[in-house]
Every structure is written in structure tokens, then in C-alpha cells.
């Protein structure tokens, strides 16, 4: 299989990401000229979706910005994400100090702006995420969270022009070997719904075998499989 899930604790060649208790490879024959790989197991030919091998680490979801950061700094984050869609106005008067004296965490503004989501005031929320995207244009999660809006609201073209039109993971961030599996996840079924939406159902189906390998019982995962067997729905 062109798939391999490293065990936790199996040590891997690999930079201090590879820390996470899981490790996945992807392994892939390229074709530079054309932009395209093959999947070693002959599942597809895909256009503009990997660069070169890579791998793909699973447990906590690093977060830029953190590392050196205070413990309690971590603690109250992680109580905004549990508390941001029952309690949306009090995070936000938490979030407010907190962005005063960590200016450099991008977290706090998708957490702000995901308050105001959650009270049904998306045009405040989103100028949240596009503050963050312009503050932070190389944080994927500011990113993805824009694509996002972009596919509820039926604006596709907004999302090539997002990612400078690299749909593609490794030509968006060519220093990076190491993605963790939520980013890939996440970027490919966004590109995937985006292609299906724009009737480029051969890569649409490319991005979704992609997704069978990484996290196939995402939500994005299955709505692209549900697509791609009822496109008429």
C-alpha cells in the first residue's frame, strides 16, 4: 500500500514534529513537468494535488506561536474552544485581553471570529478570519477557515485566488515535509468540494481517494463521497 501509518514510540527520521505519537506516509511517484502523482497502488493519476512524499503526523494539533508560551496561556485556550459555542460573548470578553498581551497568536482571532459565527453574525466573523489572514497569510487555519466561507457562500473563485492558486499543499508551503493529518484533511476536502463545485469532477474524485487514505470518516470526506455518487441531488 503507498500508506503507512508509523506506531507511536517507533522512532522515524524526521524533524521535532515527529513527536506526535503517529507518523503517515505518503508515498508517491511525480511527475514535476506535469504536476502530477501516482499513487503506488495505481488508484488514480492526480493533478495538483502532492508535490513530493510527505509525511503526515496525528496527535495535538500544533498551534504557531505557542511554543515558549505560558501553561495557563494553553489551559485558557483550550476552555475558549470548549466554551466558544455555548458561551460565544463571554470568550470574547476573555479573548479580548488576551489578544492585547498575546498580539502574536493568530488563534485568538479565529476564536473571536468564531463567536460571532456562532451567534449568526457571520459578516462580523468574517472580518475576523480576513484580519487573521492578513495579519498571519502564512497560517493555514486562517486560510482554510476563509475557503470555508467561500463554499458556504458560493463564491468559488475567491479560493484559488486565496491560495495563489497552488491547490496544492506542498506548493502552498514547499518549506514544510510535515503536515498534521487535520491540515491535510481539512485543505484537501475544501479543494476537493471546490473542484466538484466548479465541474472538475476528475479531480474532485482525486482529492477524495486522497481523503479515503488520510481520514476517511471526516465530515468532508463524506459529503465529497456522497457528491461524487449523487451529483444530481
Not at 506561536?65 to 485558557?76: D, F, N, T, V
Not at 479573548?95 to 488563534?107: F, G, R
Not at 466561507?149 to 479560493?159: A, Q
Not at 474524485?205 to 457528491?227: A, F, G
Request: aromatic share 12%; charged share 25%; net charge positive.
Amino acid at each position: 500500500d503507498s500508506v503507512q501509518w508509523i506506531e507511536p514510540g517507533r522512532k522515524v527520521n524526521a524533524d521535532s514534529n515527529s513527536a506526535h505519537p503517529g507518523v503517515l506516509y505518503m508515498k508517491n511517484t511525480f511527475n514535476s513537468s506535469a504536476n502530477r502523482f501516482q499513487f503506488n497502488d495505481k488508484l488514480s493519476t492526480q493533478r495538483n494535488l502532492i508535490l513530493n512524499d510527505f509525511r503526515i503526523v496525528t496527535g495535538p494539533r500544533p498551534e504557531p506561536g505557542l511554543r515558549g508560551s505560558p501553561e495557563l496561556i494553553r489551559l485558557k485556550i483550550k476552555l475558549l474552544r470548549q466554551k466558544v459555542l455555548s458561551h460565544p460573548e463571554q470568550c470574547r470578553l476573555i479573548l479580548s485581553p488576551l489578544m492585547k498581551d498575546y498580539p502574536h497568536l493568530p488563534v485568538f482571532y479565529l476564536l473571536m471570529a468564531e463567536s460571532y459565527h456562532n451567534e449568526g453574525k457571520r459578516s462580523a466573523g468574517n472580518r475576523w478570519v480576513t484580519k487573521c489572514c492578513k495579519k498571519f497569510p502564512d497560517y493555514i487555519w486562517s486560510k482554510l477557515k476563509y475557503a470555508e466561507d467561500c463554499l458556504e457562500e458560493k463564491k468559488y473563485k475567491g479560493i484559488p485566488k486565496l491560495f495563489n492558486n497552488r491547490l496544492n499543499i506542498r506548493l502552498l508551503y514547499p518549506y514544510r515535509s510535515i503536515f498534521h493529518v487535520d491540515e491535510v484533511t481539512e485543505f484537501y476536502g475544501i479543494i476537493g468540494l471546490y473542484y466538484f463545485y466548479t465541474k472538475n469532477r476528475k479531480a474532485a474524485e482525486d482529492c477524495y481517494r486522497l481523503l479515503t487514505k488520510v481520514n476517511p470518516t471526516h465530515s468532508y470526506s463524506m459529503q465529497l463521497k456522497l457528491l461524487l455518487a449523487f451529483p444530481d441531488l
